[in-house]
């Protein structure tokens, strides 16, 4: 449900001159509240919202009561000019945001008889027989505009009021997704024109601890006007959001860039991507651009580099292969690293990360391999070698490269930052040997 109105001119938010609306996203029903759901439809909202022009300053989840629900949507419309309320709009008895909406209106509830024909059809065209109670959701608070459901049978409304509009939507993601796209984005547009635009850019971190990235950036965050400044720590990655308003997107693009400038400069090689690329589609991206194939050895990590590498459609292009490597005589039969090594360095060595690098570049016929070995954890641990150490080690045209990492938390945790340390130390060594191809050619 949305409920907005135009803000004065003395609650302007940075962008004066502009129209902002702050919004409220209540989602509803008591499968979120008992976990039994993750909530996506909070985040695809206010970022579709934020693109909008649109600022998100609450987010609220209420189960199927009443009484509750009226209390949470009468909060939120105390406090925002645009409340977003999806799910509730189904069939069952516990789908009560079309009568909580309508009380709160003082509306009367009334039979839509488009929709009870397109429920009917629903289900004709699928051979299905239609429960009595499907007709529940043609029940819509009196004097809206219906909202065709294309992928579900729960239509949506939108309803203009004395103090603002209000908008039904329906909660499963695909129904409420394709609604939000198709009519509501458009009617909002053209129901409030003026609202400028709003842009982000992320700038993907790996190697730079939350406390560091602050300091090199605090400057930036407490001037917060327009652009504005946000970190937000991911597993073995920091994102720094940078956003700005403007009239139109090239406006606030032009907002960003100085402030982007300064972000690559102070935070130099920790920046892997400046467009919220994840780390395996820039690996994609650098491996594609030299025409190079990879292939992977892992011990820890036991396959989750390789796993993330090939999340990225068209991957099979580039990585030819992954050899898991945990016990130590794979590491020596598959890999070729020598008992000897094994037995004066031990599995977890910076030496033996380089030889199990060599050996995948090898076994699989690639032009670069990444290879990680370490203590995942809890147990296995020495004074020497502690849980959290991981040798990481990349094999290419220009030689060897290796980084020592040492990490913290589960060994969940563990293994995943190794994995997104391992990826940004090859993303790096991409980078590094197409600067100095481009060094070699200025000189010849």
């Known amino acids: 449900m949305i409920w907005w109105r135009k803000l004065s001119n003395k609650n302007l938010g940075p962008c004066k001159g502009e129209i902002t609306v702050i919004a409220e ?57 645009l409340v977003i309320t999806t799910g509730g709009l189904g069939p069952t008895q516990g789908d009560i945001t079309r009568e909580v909406s309508a009380a709160l209106l003082g509306l009367e509830m009334a039979e839509d008889t488009a929709t009870v024909e397109r429920l009917q059809e629903f289900f004709r065209q699928r051979k299905l027989p239609m429960a009595e109670s499907n007709l529940r959701q043609a029940q819509l608070p009196a004097g809206s505009i219906i909202l065709p459901n294309c992928c579900g049978t729960a239509p949506g409304s939108i309803l203009e009021h004395a103090n603002g509009v209000l908008i039904n939507l329906p909660g499963p993601p695909v129904e409420m997704q394709a609604m939000l796209e198709q009519q509501v984005l458009p009617w909002l547009k053209n129901y409030r024109p003026a609202l400028g635009c709003i842009r982000s850019r992320i700038f993907r971190c790996v190697g730079i601890g939350e406390s560091l990235l602050e300091e090199k950036l605090m400057d930036l965050v407490l001037s917060q006007g327009n652009p504005t400044v946000a970190f937000l720590a991911r597993s073995g990655e920091m994102l720094v959001r940078l956003t700005a ?126 290879a990680t070995t370490g203590i995942a954890g809890p147990d296995g641990g020495s004074e020497a070698k502690p849980v959290g150490l991981v040798h990481m080690a990349v094999v290419g045209p220009w030689g060897i490269w290796q980084e020592e990492g040492r990490f913290y938390g589960s060994r969940q945790q563990i293994r995943s930052h190794a994995t997104a340390r391992a990826l940004a130390l090859l993303v790096r060594y991409l980078r590094q040997f197409e600067a100095k191809k481009d060094k070699v050619e200025e000189t010849t």
């Open 25 to 81: 996203i209540i989602s509803t029903g008591t499968e979120l509240l008992l976990g039994e759901i993750v909530n996506s439809n909070a985040a695809y909202i206010a970022q579709r919202l934020n693109e909008a022009g649109i600022t998100v300053h609450y987010q609220s989840t209420v189960g199927d009561n009443p009484l509750r629900m009226e209390e949470v949507l009468k909060q939120g419309m105390a406090r925002a000019e």
């Open 245 to 370: 308003q403007g009239e139109t997107e090239e406006a606030a693009l032009q907002l960003m860039e100085p402030w982007s400038a300064q972000i690559r400069e102070r935070l130099g090689d920790a920046v892997i991507s400046d467009d919220d690329a994840t780390l395996e589609e820039v690996v994609g991206r650098e491996l594609l651009k030299k025409g190079w194939t990879l292939a992977t050895a892992e011990s820890c990590t036991a396959g989750m580099v390789a796993a993330r590498v090939a999340n990225v459609p068209g991957s099979s292009s580039y990585l030819t292969g992954g050899i898991v490597a945990y016990d130590n005589r794979i590491k020596e039969e598959l890999l070729g690293v020598s008992g000897s090594l094994l037995r004066d360095f031990g599995a977890v060595s910076v030496q033996t990360a380089e030889a199990m690098a060599i050996g995948a570049r090898k076994a699989c016929g690639v032009e670069v391999a990444l």
